[in-house]
Nanobody, 118 residues
């Protein structure tokens, strides 16, 4: 049983920055990976970034590579998404997810809205 609580979304101008946080609670936390996905209006959910919990290897969608940085704090059971140089096309609901006991993401947060204005 894992619960995810997201925070940090909001409204920002193009070129600005936001930092999303996702805190996990439940059992002793040692998942395979945590990640971020996003869904824009009228679009399907897309992968944004992920991080292996033990080794810290990171993976990014091409659309955000060089602008977004995923990180983790093992002591706080928390994953972050630092978003820099934001563009209007980054506007979406961002979802935190965890692969608790395997490679598939099986727990999801409630989502947090990110809106980037021109």
């Amino acid at each position: 049983q894992v619960q995810l609580v997201e925070s940090g979304g909001g409204l920002v101008q193009a070129g600005g920055s936001l930092r999303l946080s996702c805190a996990a609670s439940g059992r002793t936390f040692s998942p395979y990976a945590m990640g971020w996905f996003r869904q824009a209006p009228g679009k399907e959910r897309k992968f944004v970034a992920s991080i292996r919990w033990s080794g810290g290897s990171t993976y990014y969608a091409d659309s955000v590579k060089g602008r977004f940085t995923i990180s983790r704090d093992n002591a706080k059971n928390t994953v972050y998404l630092q978003m820099d140089s934001l563009k209007p096309e980054d506007t979406a609901v961002y979802y935190c997810a965890v692969a608790s006991r395997g490679v598939n993401f099986n727990y999801w947060g409630q989502g947090t809205q990110v809106t980037v204005s021109s």
